[in-house]
């Protein structure tokens, strides 16, 4: 589950991101800070169109499979021949050293590696630097496809709204923490056939039953139980936060507070932006994250209700350290993390993205997942903080090939254990 958020922004599917707010007034003179004026936008940033590389022909992946080394794997391209900055490799470079102290002790859930694979790697880029980063990843991984390896690319950042320590005039929107009737079920542990699966809810008497949904929290079923950690000032930037997962909320006084993930209801996740292009609320030229978020404030009791049908809710928790923070427990990078689906990318490994619009082309390392990031080749690339990320982030939906870095040798192997 990424510590990160339970999805990331796709634009015709309705996970996105949230945009920045005006901060309110510092009160004066005894006055109540004025309700910050809801963001004018940052338009989407237009693509530059790219050609991507064309992936091997690869089989249909079987019914039924759930992990990478299920879905079928074929070598890819030698790192040298692959398109890769120098600029890229040492952001992605600087995101692997991130990841080694947990990447050499996980157990890799695709089934493709083992923590010791990645030790060789993980030692020698401690003393790797930035203008031998390319050089790096040649000597030391080979490229795998997964499946057909064709990829679909979102993207998400960390946003910043106007929000209060404490509730006060234009400040209504409870944050709330974790709450302490949330209970986590490991299904694994009650019979093998569910084992890797899990699922949230409530105790009822003597049954689990499912946690409050979105329109319940939203008409007071948490109220009263001192969960609020904050109140944000505009209920469609929260909701758009919550779909990323943390963000920044800029204070009446200037200050900054940084909220990330505690916590998700166990809810499914359901994209709006979908619900509104079927219903033909939007148009394909529409469904950006601005897009919405316009049509959201334009029709405030329509827009409610939709957002109510994504029944998921996250649960926050104030960030005090670096972040914000990924799957793996470790600060994401922007332009260098990718969030990715843990049953088809080790988290940790690097990922070449080779996609129809430049700027999500690249080297990148997976180091957080999402709710709406499943199956094979599906990525959302994380674009830090501000303006810049925001127009990137809102508008990203690229299509492509993607190959996995795995440590050199790691194909041979998984082919001599199945012989």
């Known amino acids: 589950m990424r510590a990160w958020g339970v999805a990331a922004c796709a634009a015709l599917l309705g996970a996105c991101s949230s945009g920045v707010v005006p901060a309110g007034r510092p009160a004066t003179g005894g006055a109540v800070p004025a309700r910050p004026a809801p963001p004018t936008g940052v338009p989407v ?22 992990t ?16 890769i900055t120098m600029a890229a490799a040492a952001r992605a470079l600087g995101a692997f050293k991130l990841s080694c102290a947990t990447l050499v002790r996980r157990t890799d859930a695709t089934a493709l590696t083992r923590g010791a694979d990645w030790q060789p790697a993980c030692d020698a880029a401690r003393t790797t630097q930035d203008r031998d980063a390319t050089s790096f990843f040649a000597r030391y991984f080979e490229t795998v496809q997964v499946a057909d390896g064709k990829a679909f690319a979102t993207g998400y950042y960390e946003p910043e709204i106007a929000g209060s320590r404490t509730r006060r005039p234009g400040y209504e929107v409870p944050v709330y923490a974790r709450p302490t009737d949330l209970v986590d079920v490991d ?19 003597t049954k689990l039953v499912p946690y409050h949904d979105r329109t319940a929290i939203e008409q007071g079923a948490l ?9 944000a000032a505009d209920p469609v930037e929260l909701f758009f936060l919550q779909i990323q997962g943390s963000g920044r909320l800029r204070l ?39 897009g919405l978020m316009a049509w959201l404030r334009a029709n405030p009791e329509e827009g409610r209700a939709i957002m109510r049908e994504n029944k998921s809710y996250v649960f926050f928790r104030e960030l005090t350290g670096p972040g914000p923070l990924g799957a793996l427990g470790i600060p994401v990078t922007a332009q260098a993390t990718v969030a990715t689906d843990p049953k088809f990318v080790p988290l940790g490994a690097p990922v070449f993205l080779s996609m129809d619009r430049q700027d999500a082309n690249g080297l990148w390392i997976a180091q957080d997942t999402g709710g709406a990031i499943k199956g094979s080749n599906r990525f959302d690339t994380f674009w830090g903080a501000g303006d810049d990320a ?21 194909l041979q192997r998984l082919g001599a254990a199945r012989d």
Request: aromatic share 4%; net charge positive.
């Open 187 to 205: 299904l694994g542990s009650f019979t093998d056939t569910l084992a890797g699966k899990s699922i949230r809810g409530r105790v009822d008497g």
């Open 252 to 290: 009446p006084d200037g200050g900054v507070m940084r909220i990330g993930y505690a916590s998700q209801n166990g809810r499914d996740y359901t994209g709006i932006g979908k619900l509104m292009l079927d219903r033909g609320l939007v148009q394909r030229g529409q469904a950006s994250m601005q």
């Open 390 to 410: 925001r127009a990137i982030a809102g508008g990203m939906a690229a299509r492509g090939t993607a190959w996995l870095l795995l440590p050199k040798g790691t």
């Open 45 to 66: 940033r237009q693509p530059v169109a790219a050609t991507p590389l064309t992936p091997a022909p690869a089989a249909p992946v079987p019914a039924g499979v759930t």
């Open 223 to 231: 109220a009263g139980r001192g969960l609020e950690i904050a109140w």
């Open 68 to 83: 990478a080394a299920g879905a079928g794997l074929l070598p890819g391209p030698a790192v040298d021949d692959l398109p």
